[in-house]
């Protein structure tokens, strides 16, 4: 189902957004991007295969009282609107996140905040998140991934506050679901099989490329069936109670032109549905159905 929500003027109401919007409970995500040369056209791709047992997901344009207009992935609970997973706002930042499952049960559990929805609300770039770090330390422990045109970043977040970051303009970023970080690298209790094959296999796919990426490329990276219905990058489950893939985030952000934008959604008991779009004026002014 896509909600896309034309300019508030248009229609002559206002509307009041809730913007404390708690970590949605995904237990595995893979996430990659590509900056600089590496990418045809230059500027950056940004990824997020999302994971998790079947939930609906829904898209949705929010244009909140104050701050920037942003496009979003959000999680559906029990009917009602969640977590936002992945989204871009009208700037062309872009952020996506995954959890942190190889913590411990109690390190994972001492904060549920979650701030992706104030990250594309407040800021414009890369560079002006990264300066704004102290924002993590009410984040739950995770890992987020940032792209605009010029840069690209990964934020691991570890138990109380604790931040550490990686920014490229010119290379490859990956991630799966367990500390990389050296400095973090104590705090992963239990890796699972799944995180290090995915880990792995995005990793050997960007490094092993042979040329300039495209949306394209991302498109085909995310549909990788390769090591089987748990530890694939598309993983489908090997039986009703296992994780799958439910969604499929990608941005290109050019250095110069509107951002566009590729979206998988496997909603259970839907057929998938996909969108491949241009986010220029008009559809930040105007929405689409």
């Not at 009041?16 to 595995?28: G, I, K, M, N, T």
């Not at 973090?184 to 300039?212: A, T, V």
């Not at 390769?226 to 290109?252: C, F, L, M």
Request: net charge neutral; charged share 25%.
């Amino acid at each position: 189902m896509i909600i896309l929500r034309s300019l508030l003027w248009r229609i002559g109401v206002f509307m009041l957004v809730v913007l404390a919007c708690y970590v949605d409970c995904s237990h595995a995500c893979t996430l990659w991007a590509v900056a600089g040369e590496k990418v045809q056209g230059e500027g950056a791709l940004l990824a997020k295969n999302r994971d998790r047992k079947p939930q609906k997901s829904e898209l949705e344009l929010i244009i909140p009282e104050k701050g920037l207009t942003y496009l979003g992935l959000f999680s559906v609970v029990k009917g009602k609107r969640g977590g936002l997973v992945a989204g871009i706002n009208e700037k062309g930042l872009s952020i996506v996140s995954a959890t942190a499952s190889s913590l411990s049960k109690k390190a994972g559990s001492q904060v549920t905040k979650s701030v992706n929805e104030e990250v594309l609300r407040m800021h414009g770039s890369v560079e002006a998140v990264l300066k704004n770090q102290n924002l993590f330390i009410k984040s739950s422990p995770s890992f987020y991934m940032v792209a605009d045109k010029d840069a690209i970043a990964i934020i691991e977040v570890a138990p109380h506050g604790k931040v550490s970051v990686r920014t490229k303009t010119d290379g490859v970023l990956f991630h799966t679901n367990h500390y990389i970080d050296e400095d973090f690298l104590q705090l992963n209790k239990n890796i699972g099989e799944s995180s290090e094959k995915r880990l792995y296999r995005i990793q050997s796919m960007l490094e092993g490329h042979g040329s300039s990426f495209t949306i394209d490329d991302f498109v085909a990276f995310s549909e990788d069936t390769r090591d089987g219905h748990d530890n694939s990058i598309w993983r489908t489950g090997s039986s009703p109670q296992k994780e799958r893939t439910i969604a499929t985030w990608i941005v290109y952000i050019p250095k110069k032109g509107a951002p566009e934008i590729f979206l998988k959604v496997a909603n259970p008991g839907e057929e998938p549905w996909v969108m491949n779009t241009v986010l220029d004026h008009s559809f930040w002014t105007e929405g689409t159905e």
